[in-house]
């Protein structure tokens, strides 16, 4: 079954490594794994630079650091430096790798941040589907930084200051979707490969011993008023139950049930559905990124 990511119209996403102008640093390992590398780009200017960290979608089942990104020259020539990550995929490496990774990515660039002239106050996410989801789940989960392991990167903080993703997954409980959207969206490989089983009947049939990593790896359970702040865009296609596993995963009624939950706490979650709702302060995601990014 294809892995759909959306291409929302109005925005710089869809990207490919050829489109972006040349790498300062290209294929950096940031761990042991052929998968654990990354690429970078130097903003313009001199002295510490924010920087923006691009995940690939994909399901965590494939996908690729070149592919479906956002373009990088507005972000670059505003100052900002880029980085896009590649992660360890699923089924072979299933939850927590392709979430951890990303999150020893961001410790990983931490410690690059005097050599690479990084602002690592200023650190934001953004990413498609899955790289949303995992974007999402950084954003507003607590901090995974160990500061007594022998690892220096390890050391470092995972905490960001903001995330501006795109039709991202804020629950991969199959129990929830099936609820939110019906049956269709269970169909979707992402559902069960996540976890390391090979078919759907799998992991219904062996959920409770997947709850926890469904649990833990949706974003909606880490919401609270302190977490940085959010832009999530979704696609217009609200009708409900879902026409197929590439509408549920991405159903834009992942973004209503985190901006509601958002709302509730009071964490700042701007939710972009076209013709449904918008934010009062920004239209788009760089318009999001740039003001959180550049903030002083």
Known sequence: MAVVVATLPGNSWGA??????????????????????????????????????????????????????PLFRPFLDRGISCAAINYRLAPDHPLPAPVHDA????????????????????????GPSAGACTAMWLLLHDDL??????????????????????????????????????????????????????????ALQNYESHRGDYAEFSPLNHVDAEDPPLFLECSAEMD????????????PIHGVKLKERSDCVGHECHLLVPGHASSPQFATQNAFLMDKLLAR
Not at 40 to 67: E, N, Y
Not at 104 to 126: M, N, P, V
Not at 174 to 184: F, T, V
Not at 240 to 251: S, V
Request: charged share 25%; hydrophobic share 35%.
């Open 103 to 126: 999150a020893r990515a961001i410790q990983f660039l931490r410690t690059k941040s005097r050599e690479w002239e990084i602002d690592d106050t200023r650190i934001g996410l953004t």
């Open 240 to 251: 409900l139950p879902a026409r197929d596993a590439g509408h549920g995963i991405h159903h």
């Open 16 to 69: 490919d490594a050829a489109d972006q102008p040349p790498k300062t640093f290209a294929n950096i390992a940031y761990g042991r794994h052929e998968r654990q590398v990354l690429d970078f780009w130097q903003g313009a200017g001199s002295g510490p630079r924010p920087l923006l960290v691009f995940i690939h979608g994909g399901g965590w089942i494939t996908g690729d650091k070149g592919q479906k990104m």
């Open 145 to 202: 930084a160990d500061p007594t392991a022998d690892d220096p990167v390890q050391r470092q903080s995972t905490r960001v200051c903001a995330a501006a993703v795109q039709v991202g997954q804020t629950s991969i409980d199959p129990r929830m979707l099936e609820g939110w959207m019906g049956p269709k969206v269970l169909l979707h490989p992402m559902i069960f490969q996540a976890v390391g089983e090979k078919t759907l009947e799998g």
